[in-house]
């Protein structure tokens, strides 16, 4: 059936569900939408891919004997690279403190603008919206693809089909090969992908992400949204009455119906019940039930009831990002008021800060030098023949420099100890040895401290040893215990 | 199984005919991909037990599991089988003096002790009452690489002809009285020295010349040819206190330790050579 406006009746999922305990897939033809929000998508889109494809062939000199690429995961190397800093495997809580800041700016902003992330940013948003545009160059718009699947198989059928999953595939494999970039020299890694020298490795991740974008995007799309991600069943968590969401104005648009032109608007609603904000939905709901899980916030809705709502003549935004408090003021003839600072996005946005500032704090002070200090466990001490106690250590020396360096070790707190290092044995007298660590590596030494008997203080005592880079003076403490009977 | 499937006036939605003390449960079906997907994953792990793990008992159900295993190990001993080759022909010192040798002996020592010699000795030497610390720098039959070697090989007391020998005699066996012992006892402790009885210490010295001098040496130095652990130091192994070392005199205790070389090969005893002797006190 078609409707006054050109389309087909358009059902939101909810109407269309199965009564049987396992849903068929009902399948969402989004319709071809213009408008401010999907302009804002299109950039957006445009930008997040520009970004994706681009980074891995940024280069960066970092000097001799260090990859050339701005961003780089280096897992064979044990090194991530992102522009200037470089981060070390022990250093890995830098990421727990990234995916903190992203966790807490992901609910930051939704408090503030609703599911933003989901409708603009997401991954799967922004892939998705790609291949159906792809959909959309070759099978035609909503009612053109609604027909297009329900016709019999034919030549010309096939012939679109297979080039729509054609253009899917390679862009899947465009995606899943940046993918592989960001883990290896990318120049490097494009020559060897194409001319057959890859590792199967490669491949292997290659084939994977590839694979996981053609049937994310190409199949599963809105799926992913309501049966997969965890994320929409407790966003509402962050909402209130003042969060920017989709909204349909209900006090305005009811009682819903048709419209003849020409007749009068008086004791009826605004909503002419023309179903394009459902034709337009990528997920398939229809925004007038109200606020709902499979709502990713993308708007196109609102872009599609702008429309109709210009060709009537009527007031645009029946359905308009707004605030529930503004709505109940709009219904009620208030003015309007916004309020971005609450108690939560206070909270929110202080969250933000202190996790930001600790990280770049400890990030412009971390030194490039440090000491990983083993006690022996097996045996905790040798008693030597003088009765004096022996304890063992294993001092693992991180230079995190591009040059071979020269340390200067010593210990602190533990009186009359003697210190050997194996290899090293004639320092000994001094308590100061001079040890070295290549560029970029962990160099290990194997210590010794002795405490004569009669100075042993218990069973436990606590001491440092302080390693100091000879060229810089850069001194790093780590405290260790000395065992004793 | 559902009776009676009805609207619920609250959501609209259908119920799924199930009731719970007048709680009805809504439906919201799950995708039928994801059931799909639930009976895929089902039938893939029984392949997959079939594929990965042995049955016990069943026979030709052990093979695959067995024979990668095999596979793997034998893919080890062959990367392992350079540095075996040469670890069989260098000498000890040699393999002590190669970093790379040295390493992979450490990390094989290492293993072969932890099976075999740890039980008694503890882990990394560690050492417990009546079995020697090897970390330490006292040494009963001599902390050098060959001694030690020597050491593994045919063990201290055992039925092997070249094996360490040696033992103290029962002093308490009508050779000395028990006022006499304690007298050698504190002689001893004085060696490593402790605060004694002075007296007592002098009638010892006497005693340990006549009795104790031929194997533990003038002074108690002791005498690593005859495995005759030195008394003038802070190691015991049978204790310290005047009574262990009363009770030992009186009727000692001999350790056993096996011989390793009818049970490991040459290489491994080589790197458990190079091992014991990186643990702290080789000579």
Request: a negative charge; hydrophobic letters at 40%; aromatic letters at 10%.
């Amino acid at each position: 059936m078609v409707d006054i406006y050109g389309n087909a009746d358009a059902q939101s999922r909810q109407e269309q569900k199965h009564e049987s305990l396992y849903q068929n897939r009902v399948k969402v033809y989004p319709k071809k939408v213009a408008g401010t929000f999907r302009r804002l998508k299109w950039t957006v889109l445009i930008v997040l891919l520009g970004i994706y494809y681009i980074a891995p062939w940024i280069r960066w000199d970092r000097g001799p004997n260090a990859p050339d690429q701005a961003f780089l995961i280096d897992m064979p190397h044990r090194r991530a690279y992102f522009l200037w800093i470089e981060i070390w495997p022990q250093e890995i809580y830098y990421l727990a403190g990234i995916l903190l800041l992203g966790a807490v700016g992901l609910i930051f902003v939704t408090s503030l603008f609703g599911r933003v992330w989901c409708g603009y940013t997401c991954p799967q948003t922004v892939w998705t919206d790609l291949f159906m545009w792809v959909e959309r160059l070759i099978e035609g718009d909503r009612t053109k693809r609604m027909r297009f699947d329900k016709a019999p198989a034919s030549s010309s059928k096939l012939t679109k089909k297979a080039a729509k999953h054609g253009v899917w595939l390679i862009i899947a494999a465009l995606t899943g090969g940046a993918w592989i970039m960001y883990f290896n020299d990318a120049p490097t890694v494009v020559v060897n992908i194409l001319t057959g020298q890859a590792s199967l490795k490669v491949y292997g991740f290659f084939a994977l992400f590839t694979a996981t974008t053609y049937l994310l995007a190409g199949w599963a799309r809105e799926q992913v949204c309501v049966y997969m991600c965890p994320w929409p069943r407790f966003q509402s968590a962050m909402f209130d009455e003042d969060t920017m969401i989709v909204t349909y104005e209900s006090w305005r648009g009811e009682p819903r119906g048709k419209h003849k032109k020409g007749t009068s608007w008086e004791g009826r609603g605004h909503c002419v019940d023309c179903k394009q904000c459902v034709a337009a939905c990528p997920t398939g709901i229809d925004i007038r039930d109200g606020v709902q899980l499979e709502c990713i916030g993308c708007a196109l809705c609102i872009d599609a009831c702008n429309e109709i709502m210009g060709r009537l003549d009527l007031p645009r935004g029946l359905i308009s990002y707004d605030t529930d408090r503004n709505l109940a003021n709009k219904a009620e003839g208030k003015p309007l008021r916004y309020r971005l600072i609450r108690p939560r996005t206070i909270i929110y946005s202080v969250l933000l800060v202190v996790v930001a500032t600790v990280m770049v704090w400890s990030l412009a002070t971390r030194a490039q030098v440090d000491i990983n200090v083993l006690h022996d466990r097996n045996p905790l001490f040798v008693t030597l023949s003088d009765g004096s106690i022996r304890n063992g250590y294993t001092i693992k020396i991180l230079n995190m420099t591009r040059e071979e360096k020269a340390y200067k070790l010593a210990f602190e707190g533990l009186g009359y100890a003697e210190m050997t290092v194996v290899g090293q044995e004639d320092s000994a007298s001094q308590n100061i040895a001079r040890l070295t660590a290549g560029s970029d590596t962990v160099a290990t030494y194997r210590v010794f401290m002795v405490v004569p008997a009669d100075l042993v203080q218990g069973e436990v005592q606590d001491f440092n040893f302080v390693l100091t880079e000879l060229q810089s003076s850069e001194t790093v403490r780590r405290g260790t215990v000395f065992r004793g009977p | 199984m559902p009776t009676k499937i009805e609207k619920d006036a609250v959501t609209g939605q259908d119920t799924t005919g199930h009731e719970w003390d007048g709680i009805k449960e809504l439906n919201n079906p799950l995708p039928k991909w994801w059931l799909y997907i639930l009976w895929a994953t089902v039938i893939w792990s029984i392949g997959y037990y079939f594929w990965s793990s042995p049955i016990p008992g069943v026979e030709g159900f052990q093979e695959p599991a067995r024979e990668r295993l095999e596979q793997t190990m034998a893919t080890a001993r062959e990367q392992q089988s350079v540095f075996l080759e040469k670890i069989a022909a260098a000498q000890l010192e040699e393999i002590r003096d190669d970093p790379e040798l040295l390493n992979f002996a450490m990390a094989g020592g290492g293993s072969a002790f932890a099976d075999n010699c740890a039980p008694c000795h503890g882990q990394g030497g560690a050492g417990a009452p009546g079995f020697p610390t090897l970390a330490d720098d006292a040494w009963i039959w001599g902390g050098t690489l060959e001694a030690i070697h020597e050491t593994i090989l045919h063990g201290v007391r055992t039925d092997d002809i070249q094996s360490r020998y040696s033992e103290m005699m029962a002093f308490g066996d009508g050779i000395l009285d028990r006022s006499q012992v304690s007298d050698v006892a504190d002689y001893v402790l004085s060696l490593s020295g402790q605060s004694v009885d002075r007296d007592a210490a002098a009638r010892g010295e006497v005693l340990f010349e006549e009795n104790c001098v031929a194997c533990h040496a003038e002074g108690g130095v002791g005498d690593m040819e005859q495995g005759a652990p030195a008394l003038n130091n802070q190691v015991w192994l049978y204790g310290g206190t005047k009574a262990d070392i009363e009770a030992q005199i009186w009727r000692p205790q001999h350790g056993v330790m096996p011989g390793w070389v009818d049970r490991l090969d040459p290489e491994t005893i080589k790197m458990l050579t190079v091992y014991v002797h990186t643990l702290g006190g080789g000579q």
